[in-house]
């Protein structure tokens, strides 16, 4: 099973300053995929095939990355981002799985 | 606009089983993968298993954590996923999500959940 290892496990983060949250997973895999959850709330498709916006994202967000290390960026943040943003990866030698998340809080 | 509601979650004893559903709407069910996703209190979500679609021939497959004790199913005269869950132990207390499945491992539309707590 491909391991992801998401860091910062927490951060706060002021408006309009920029986020950079990592996902780096045990063995290189064919796609990573993020999503965002608020308390209460089901995940949110939020960045599909590493870069790739859900439709209803706003463009201050972007993804990046390849093989084994991947990120998702705010360039500048706003109170609506507040969350745990989750990375989650596709490879044919694996079963899917989630990092264990990072939690997004307004400083 | 697609629709996915679960159904069937609750208390269980240990040992005990139970029959997810998900009534699936404003798609061409028979077009798409389908999976359950659990989540536990405060922690990441974990997949559970998929459904292919029709050409694939609706062919399965699990996460080793389940397979032998879950069985996913779905009727597709009725939009309907089912998870069958045998077995249960007190770590199976989760929410479980129906998600319909597009990109590769891309689960781009969830369902609100439904609540499965494992307990005597």
């Known amino acids: 099973e491909i391991v992801l290892t998401q860091s910062p496990t927490t951060m706060a983060a002021s408006p309009g300053e920029k986020v950079t949250i990592t996902c780096r997973a045990s063995s290189s895999v064919s796609y990573i995929h993020w999503y965002q959850q608020k308390p209460g709330a089901s995940p949110k498709p939020w960045i599909y095939d590493t870069s790739k916006l859900a439709s209803g994202v706003p463009n201050r967000f972007s993804g990046s990355g390849s093989g084994t290390s991947y990120s998702l960026t705010i360039s500048s943040m706003e109170t609506e981002d507040t969350a745990t943003y989750y990375c989650q990866q596709w490879s044919s030698k694996s079963p899917y799985t989630f990092g264990a998340g990072t939690k997004l809080e307004l400083k | 606009e697609v629709k996915l509601l679960e159904s069937g979650g609750g208390l269980v004893q240990p040992g005990g089983s139970l029959r997810l559903s998900c009534a699936a709407s404003?798609?061409?069910?028979?077009?798409?993968?389908m999976n359950w996703i659990r989540q536990p209190a405060e922690r990441a979500p974990e997949w559970l298993d998929f459904?292919?679609?029709?050409?694939?021939?609706?062919?399965?497959e699990y996460n080793p954590s389940v397979k032998g004790r879950f069985t996913i199913s779905r009727d597709n005269t009725q939009n309907m996923l089912y998870l069958q869950m045998n077995t249960l132990r007190a770590e199976d207390t989760a929410t479980y999500y129906c998600?319909?499945?597009?990109?590769?491992?891309?689960?781009?539309?969830w369902g609100q959940g439904t609540l499965v707590t494992v307990s005597s």
């Open positions: 404003g798609f061409t069910f028979t077009d798409f993968y």
């Open positions: 459904i292919r679609h029709k050409a694939s021939g609706y062919t399965t």
């Open positions: 998600a319909r499945g597009d990109y590769p491992g891309w689960f781009a539309y």
